[in-house]
């Protein structure tokens, strides 16, 4: 995985691929594209990525929020 943070960002697209409902969890994964000019090189860059984030509930709320990436 690449990661850039000072890319000039020209596209970004996300896409939910999944969301499932559990006892005490939800579970979200979706899949990012960003598309950017490197600040250094001028050249141009593409981040494709994949999330899951799982989200655990306890007494109503959102206890513990994990993310996982490729």
Known sequence: MILATNISHTQYKA????????HNVITIEFHTQAKGIHP???????????????????????????????
């Open 15 to 22: 896409k939910l691929t999944r969301q499932l409902f559990g």
């Open 40 to 70: 250094d090189n001028g050249q141009e860059i593409l981040i494709n990525n994949t999330a899951l984030e799982v989200l655990e509930i306890e007494q109503g709320k959102v206890s513990v929020i994990r993310h996982y990436s490729d």
